[in-house]
Each structure stands twice: as C-alpha cells, then as structure tokens.
C-alpha cells in the first residue's frame, strides 16, 4: 500500500519561500505521477502542479506558473514543490497524491488513488 507523508510547510512572509515535500513510503514511486492539491477553507480542492511517474512532464495552475517548480527523486521516493515569490493567496493546506504513470488533465480529484495528509502552508506578514 502506498502512503504519502507531506512535509515543509509553515508560515512565510509574502514574496517568501518555502520547498514541500512528498515522501512515499510501502511501493516505489517509479510508476506514478504524483500531484499536488491545495485546498483553502471554504473553497474546493484545486491542483497545483502534476508530474508524470518519469519526470518528463509537468503542469501548472496559471496562478503558480512561473513561481512553483515541481520536481521528483525517484531515488528518494519522493517528490518536491518548491514555492517562490508566495502570496497571501497561496495560503492553503497542500496536499500530495498519486495516480498511475501519467497526470492527465490536471487537479482531476478523482483520479488520484493515494493522498497524504495534507501540510499547512500560511503567508502573512
């Protein structure tokens, strides 16, 4: 059974940063993509950014575009979210998920097989 464990976030200033982690433990990782979520209170839960099980493919949410960099160390069995320029709008509690080899249209809830349990993210001055 796979399971995921975020890690990494916080409360930063805006225009700070923060890197998020995805650590998979009970299966590799190799042949999943692995997306991230953000859901704030009261709003639906929407994706972030995907990346395919090899790393070759990306995708972003127009509103992280250019300020979030998602990245994979099959070795490490984990994935990274590192988050630049942040705005109070970023604040959310993020999660990470997995479905099999490819993203797909991204922020598609249902498609993912396996969550974590979520790291809160919080900017503020």
């Known amino acids: 059974q796979l399971q995921l464990v975020e890690s990494g976030g916080g409360l930063v200033q805006p225009g700070g940063s923060l890197r998020l982690s995805c650590a998979a433990s009970g299966v590799t990782l190799n042949y999943y993509a692995i997306g991230w979520f953000r859901q704030a209170p009261g709003k639906k839960r929407e994706g972030v950014s995907c990346?395919?099980?090899?790393?070759?493919?990306?995708n972003y949410a127009d509103s992280v575009k250019g300020r979030f960099t998602i990245s994979r160390d099959n070795a490490k069995n984990t994935v990274y979210l590192q988050m630049n320029s942040l705005k109070p709008e970023d604040t959310a509690v993020y999660y990470c998920a997995a479905r099999r080899y490819s993203c797909g249209a991204l922020g598609i809830v249902p498609a993912y097989d396996y969550w974590g349990q979520g790291t809160q993210v919080t900017v503020s001055s």
């Open positions: 990346i395919s099980s090899s790393g070759g493919s990306t």
